[in-house]
């Protein structure tokens, strides 16, 4: 049965599919990663550096191609799909010309003699990716780890087999050594017998907190190292001395981009109740204002969601919090269109009974809720089970790095959208996961620090 299909979000119609890989081409993967891997972890820095660079150049000048391919997949409007390529370039040139420092030997001052940390690759990884940024997620893993001498096996979501595809074919195309990355059509199962396999070292997985859990389990069985970025439930924070437009248009990007399916995106919108008002209405009309249409369209802010049963979840949280009482300001349901869309929406008034209050919202459904002063602002941003990141707006920047302090996440932007870059550790605290990924400590987390000492 096929498990792996493109499914257009837009339309509802299958438009291709993917036979899932046997368990003889699992077995064989396995095998020439690690073969692979033997020879990789001795090639020189220069070599991958080159590696890097050349799959850097290729998604820039596939660029247009395979943001369609997205576009298509899981419904990212073409602009967005384009951003996030250059993201994805700026990840494997990030690592191409910083890599080579970050695997510098770290000397030791000892009492005798002297000593260095190496750092060595540790061997095969699985990358288990989700669909939401299906470029992005893959790069924040194959670069860092690219470069430190370790081969990948990608696990790709189901729903994105063509991208999986096109990324294997730029590695192929880059002069990558066989073996160096591999994609696999892979069945949860199977997935489970790779974690398990003893040539397999390590397992990064972004997805679900359902799923980080059963991996993350699988995994201490056979001791293997895990990194789970999994889900959240970011408070955006708007303090009473905030520059009300700016907050209006970050919260409206950081909510409603990319449909709002985004581990980090704004979910829960705390402001105080000197701006609630005037930030409330401003965000209603912006929200009105939000240009619903074609993914392939220029004009497209947002796109549908990424599948029926997507849509379906959401919906059932948005009619339970309207069921205790919730006010739906914008939106509060389905569009009536073939296809997985719904509307932009904007709810008030949600109590902590409400399902929404604790769960995630993955999707375009923007929360609003009124505080009275910094302190309860604090309070209802750490209220929560995941801790992944955190936006405060506030004109006073000294006040902005105190309530930052306070925050139970692995990440605060101060005056900005929440976002993502090449240089910055990427990763959240609590039930949104551990480990890191990007910048220096992301390349650190697979690698084998080996303390090599020199007697006297």
Known sequence: MTHYAV????????????????????????????????????????????????????????????????????????????????????????????????????????????????????????????????????????????????????????????????????????????????????TNEQAAYIIADSRVLGVSLTGSERAGAAVAEIAGRHLKKVVLELGGSDPFIVLDDADLDQAVQHALVGRFGNAGQACNAAKRIIVDDALHDDFLA?????????????????????????????????????????????????????????GAWYAPTLLSRVTPEMRIFREELFGPVAVVYRVGNEQEAIRLANDTAYGLGAVIQSTDLARARRVAESLETGMVTINEAPGSAAELPFGGIKRSGFGRELGRDGMDEFVNRKVVKIGA
Not at 303 to 320: F, M, N, W
């Open 7 to 186: 499914t257009n979000p837009a339309t509802g119609e299958v438009e291709k599919t993917y036979p899932t890989a046997s368990d003889a081409e699992v077995r064989a993967a396995i095998e020439c990663a690690h073969r692979a891997f033997g020879d990789w972890r001795k090639s020189e820095v220069a070599t991958r550096v080159a590696l890097l660079n050349r799959v850097a150049d290729l998604y820039a000048e596939r660029r247009e191609a395979l943001a369609a391919i997205i576009s298509r997949e899981m419904g990212k409007p073409l602009a967005q799909a384009r951003g996030e390529i250059d993201i994805v370039v700026s990840i494997y040139r990030y690592y191409a010309d910083n890599g080579p420092r970050y695997l510098e030997d770290e000397p030791i001052e000892t009492a005798v003699g002297n000593a260095v940390v190496r750092k060595e690759g540790l061997g095969v990884l699985l990358g288990i990716m989700p669909w939401n940024f299906p470029y992005y997620q893959v790069a924040r893993l194959a670069a860092p780890n690219l470069m430190n001498g370790n081969t990948i096996l990608l696990k790709h979501a189901p729903q994105c087999p063509e991208s999986a595809e096109a990324m294997e074919q730029i590695f192929r195309d880059a002069g990558a050594p066989e073996g160096t990355y591999l994609n696999l059509y892979a």
């Open 282 to 338: 401003a965000f209603k009309t912006a929200i009105e204002g939000i240009r619903v249409g074609d993914p392939m369209a220029a004009d497209t802010f947002m796109g549908p969601l990424s599948s029926e049963r997507a849509l379906q979840t959401l919906d059932a949280q948005v009619q339970d919090a309207v069921a205790q009482g919730a006010t739906v300001l914008v939106g509060g349901q389905r569009l009536d269109r073939s």
